[in-house]
């Protein structure tokens, strides 16, 4: 079988954390479709951690879908803990990417994954609300990662962005206001994003089992978020110009 990937040099496990101290911004969604990407592009061992202390959307989600005879590509444990950081190390010689739903409003929790993570991703939506809410995520994060004695990326994903495409462009204002309030403001943002789409609502939301397809199944533009977020450890044998 040939692999239509290039390897990748990752540390063992790969470990990143989705976080925003705000919730309904597409973390447990963002989880279940990179989770899906590791498992399927790259056909490594992932566990999700569902350490959402509010909502566990996350368990509730991988529950239907095992229950519903859908064949899903990753393990997943509930550990709504501030010693997520205890669990992912306890579970670090049994996978190869573990990725952190971090859930909302618990800083204890969402400081004690960082400790442990590589990447962290925060998600948040175009509303100018929500992106507002960025900085202070960012620096909780910061202050988590005062504590660690290696480097972790962070890197804003913006999510249900909505689109108007003109000759191949994206021009919907909100998007782009929101992108350029970021970027001006310094964070690494994310060059591929999730639209506004049903689709990844009804994965979430929707039923599975008889008559359902598998909504995990389609990476759509996860697909575009993996490998941008796995391109700094690609072994490449091009070199840019
Ligand atoms: N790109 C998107 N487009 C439309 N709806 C989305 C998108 N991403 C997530 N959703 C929906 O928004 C809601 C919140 O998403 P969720 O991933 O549960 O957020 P969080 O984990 O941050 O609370 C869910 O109903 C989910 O299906
Ligand atoms: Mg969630």
Not at 42 to 55: F, G, Y
Not at 123 to 136: H, L, Y
Request: charged share 25%.
């Amino acid at each position: 079988m040939t692999k239509s990937v290039a390897p990748l040099d990752t540390p063992t496990p790969l470990v990143i954390t989705l976080g925003n101290l705000k919730g309904g911004v597409g973390k447990t969604t963002s989880a279940f479709f990179l989770a899906s990407y590791f498992a399927s592009v790259h056909e490594v061992r992932v566990l999700v951690i569902d350490a959402d202390p509010l909502s566990q959307t996350g368990y509730s989600w991988h529950r239907r879908l095992v229950k519903g005879d859908v064949a899903v590509p990753f393990e997943l444990i509930a550990f709504p803990s501030r010693h997520v950081d205890d669990c992912i190390t306890d579970n670090a010689s049994d996978f190869d990417v573990i990725i952190v739903d971090a859930g909302g409003e618990s800083a204890d929790i969402f400081k004690a994954a960082i400790l442990q993570s590589h990447e962290l991703i925060l998600p948040t939506s175009v509303s100018p609300s929500e992106v507002k809410r960025v900085p202070s995520t960012f620096k909780a994060a910061e202050e988590a990662a005062a504590g660690r004695d290696c480097e972790i990326r962070v890197r804003v994903l913006m999510t249900k962005v909505p689109v108007t495409m003109k000759n191949g462009v994206n021009i919907s204002t909100e998007y782009r206001t929101q992108r350029r309030f970021l970027e001006d403001a310094g964070y690494d943002v994310f060059e591929s994003y999730l639209s506004s789409w049903k689709w990844y609502r009804e994965a979430a939301d929707g039923e599975v089992g008889d008559g359902a397809e598998n909504p995990i199944e389609d990476l759509a533009e996860y697909r575009q978020v993996g490998d941008e977020l796995v391109s700094p450890y690609r072994i490449d044998m091009e070199v840019s110009a």
